[in-house]
């Protein structure tokens, strides 16, 4: 058997983050070794504390938790929490963690275990799924964590629609300067990156009979919150089923053929009324002469997902929530 694999996710929970966290901290081909927060779809303390709330239901007191930038580089502080509930988190009135966080800032913490990591040569994947401020801000700070990262793997962007708005996903929508500093970063420092956007995020999906089966299997532990967090979203959006959204993020890493790849160029707007946040994905052919392109090359090849086995990462959240029943 291949030894786990070593993660580290940068959340915003997040309905959906919180989703991603019970899959990493319960699958056995992941070793989540922290889990670092950012300010996003709700402010950075809610975030926090919602974090510590999923790791005390997985009952895993031994992944530190840091606080990392609580507000964009650039822009105003927003919140999602239209979407993801007053509190962050489904607004499920559950008990709260009381649990305190690492008293490092993220920035410090991620520089500490990756600095380890090239030491050990065992690099970390790195899955942030929210904005990307505390990334770039380690990125620019501490580039010589580079060799302890294997790869960065994000939720964010998108090749065709956005959510934020009708250009950008909220992710990098929320940061763009936070986002086009990290794709720079990969470039420079050679650090391979994938992108899980939207063109994908929206299809592995869990039905509400399906959420009901993991609630009545578990109603206090992982499978019952998961399961509430579903049943959320389709009462929230009157829907039938709802995405596992970020947890997608986290299939990849653990059966990374269930998703299609294109390695191609990738930047970000940062200008622009209508398409500010956008990732503008080049899919022209690179056989034509694209030397009077007055734009130039861009910064980074991006591995940009293109196609996933739906019905397989959501199985296989499902079955792992549930304890591998
Ligand atoms: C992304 O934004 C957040 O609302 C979700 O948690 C996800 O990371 C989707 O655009
Ligand atoms: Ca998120």
């Known amino acids: 058997m291949r030894a786990p694999l070593p993660v580290i996710l940068d959340v915003d929970t997040g309905v959906d983050d919180a989703c991603a966290i019970l899959l990493a901290g ?25 974090t510590l709330t999923v790791l005390d239901v997985l009952g895993r007191p031994d992944v530190p938790v840091a606080a990392g930038a609580d507000r964009p580089l650039l822009e105003a502080p927003a919140d999602a929490r239209h979407v993801h509930g007053a509190d962050g988190m489904g607004d499920l009135g559950r008990p709260f963690s009381t649990r305190t966080p690492d008293p490092r800032h993220a920035v ?31 990125l620019r700070t501490y580039p010589d964590v580079a060799p302890g990262i294997a790869r960065i793997l994000f939720m964010g962007g998108s090749a065709a629609t956005g959510n ?24 420079q420092l050679d650090i391979p990156v994938t992108m899980y956007g939207l063109d994908v995020f929206y299809q592995p999906v869990v039905t509400r009979a399906e ?5 009545a299997h578990d ?17 929230r959006f009157a829907s039938p089923a709802a995405t596992i959204g970020d947890a997608g993020a986290v299939c990849a890493a653990i059966d990374p053929d269930g998703l299609d790849t294109t390695r191609l160029p990738v930047r970000v707007e940062l200008a622009g009324r209508y398409t500010r946040g956008r990732t503008i994905v080049d899919h022209r052919d690179t056989g034509l002469d694209l030397a009077h392109d007055p734009h130039g090359p861009a910064d980074v090849l991006v591995d940009v997902a293109c196609a996933v086995a739906a019905d397989r990462y959501a199985t296989l959240w499902r079955t792992t929530i549930r304890g591998g029943r």
């Not at 708005?165 to 500093?181: G, K, L, Q």
């Not at 959420?211 to 609630?215: K, M, P, S, V």
């Open 108 to 138: 410090e913490l991620l520089r500490d275990l990756l600095r380890a990591a090239a030491a050990e040569r065992r690099p970390i994947t790195l899955i942030p799924l929210a904005p990307l401020t505390t990334i770039a801000l380690l």
């Open 211 to 215: 959420a009901e089966d993991l609630i």
């Open 26 to 50: 319960m699958h056995p081909a992941i070793d989540l070794r922290a889990v670092t927060c950012v300010g996003g779809n709700a402010p950075l303390a809610d975030v926090v504390r919602n």
């Open 219 to 235: 109603p206090t532990g992982p499978a019952g919150l998961g399961g509430a967090l579903i049943d959320f979203q389709c009462r």
């Open 164 to 187: 934020a708005t009708a250009s950008a996903e909220f992710n990098v929508f929320h940061d763009p300067e936070a986002a086009a500093i990290v794709l720079g970063a990969c470039g």
